[in-house]
């Protein structure tokens, strides 16, 4: 529900902040749009995929073909036992799993998949590379990603991936088409310089301060904010349920393949079903775990300044500048007042996150026409 999971919605105040990114040396800029082709080409764990496609084409139905061959004959020549007919039906169970298994974990899928979390993946993508870090516009906000961001960023022949932190498929996916000119030295320079510690160390209000000014210059009618946010979340029991009963399919299917690669003398088949097997028991044991917590713990700590059109609001790693229409509503809980945006956005602002009385008015009152009741 925070602002700070990037939404790829920037502001159209792209100007001061871009401007300060032309004064860098270092500078990789890119302008196009965002397609589900650049996700599925730049997905994360397209090995998986690929190691499940060779397991399956090139060991798990030929090996199914010669079990049905032999186990046919057998029938042919021997009649028709419970043993054969047990060894057909696992054959046709671990051949439908690994099939289920490799077309889940398809990149074209997992695309979809990911698009159908946050479709504001696709889309308009204007920004540039800096030492700061990377800023992105696509003409309705502005987002800052700071260095941890980008130093975790990879590349592939297709492009760059920056991991959003929302999940392994959420992320920023920018195609190599996508800039100019890609220099591979210029990347390993900022990549250089992403690595590097400050210099000197900043304290987390200079660190916040400094983000802040990445997104551009304060307006001097503005009205600054500074505080902590905490928010109890629900767990989604129902989403991590789906997930968990996946997952034990997945160790099931897995389990059956290594003990019937085993059985029939297969031992590389075995060995890497069992890897799959135990890589997964892994997976299941986090959802598992999941199941027993009611709500969790989020906790941040947001600066900024409000001016009668625009909002700009940063952590000690990220930002955002947008407009305030992009509010659709206000709600009230006690002292803190929820700007609600798109996407299932929100920003929350407490009176003690403001220097006076006069400015948390001054906020509230100009805020007052969206305004509604708290959902008890």
């Known amino acids: 529900m925070n602002p700070y999971a990037t939404s790829m919605r920037p502001s159209g105040s792209e100007s001061d902040s871009f401007a300060r990114a032309d004064q860098d040396d270092a500078v990789l800029a890119f302008d196009g749009e ?49 043993e054969t007919v047990l060894g057909i039906l696992i054959c046709v169970l671990v051949a439908i799993g690994f099939a289920a298994a490799t077309q889940y974990v398809q990149p074209s899928r997992r695309a979809r998949r990911a698009l159908k979390q946050r479709p504001d993946l696709v889309g308009r993508a204007v920004g540039k590379f800096v030492p700061a870090g990377l800023l992105v516009n696509d003409g309705e906000r502005t987002h800052f990603l700071n260095r941890d961001y980008c130093r975790r960023s990879q590349t592939t022949k297709h492009g760059i991936r920056v991991p959003l932190f929302e999940g ?85 299917v897995y389990g059956v393949a290594t003990l019937l690669a085993w059985h029939f003398g297969h031992w590389f088949i075995a060995l890497g079903a069992l890897i799959l097997a135990l890589s997964t028991v892994r997976y299941f044991y986090n959802s598992w775990r999941w199941m027993a917590i009611p709500t969790q713990d989020t906790t941040w700590q947001q600066h900024g300044w409000i001016s009668p059109d625009e909002v700009v609001s940063v952590t000690e790693t990220n930002g955002v500048r947008l407009l305030r229409d992009e509010c659709q509503r206000i709600e009230w809980m006690d002292e803190t007042m929820v700007w609600h945006l798109q996407n299932n956005r929100a920003m929350y602002f407490s009176r003690e996150h403001f220097e006076s009385d006069d400015d948390w008015n001054r906020v509230s009152e100009s805020s007052s026409r969206k305004s509604v009741p708290a959902i008890e």
């Open 168 to 252: 392994p498929y959420v992320q920023l996916y920018l195609a190599k088409r996508l800039f100019e000119r890609f220099d591979e030295t210029v990347w390993t320079e900022l990549q250089t310089i992403w690595q590097q510690p400050d210099a000197k160390p900043l304290d987390r209000d200079a660190v916040m301060e400094r983000n802040c000014q990445q997104l551009g210059k304060r307006p001097e009618s503005a009205i600054t904010f500074d505080g902590q946010v905490t928010l109890h979340v629900p767990v989604d029991h129902a989403a991590v349920r789906k997930i968990m009963y996946r997952n034990g399919g997945m160790v099931v």
């Open 34 to 82: 965002i397609t589900e082709d650049d996700i599925r080409k730049l997905i994360p764990e397209r090995g998986l995929w690929i190691l499940l496609a060779v397991l399956m084409w090139g060991m798990v139905i030929p090996a199914f073909a010669i079990g049905i061959v032999v186990s046919t004959t057998n029938v042919i020549f021997s009649g028709v036992d419970s």
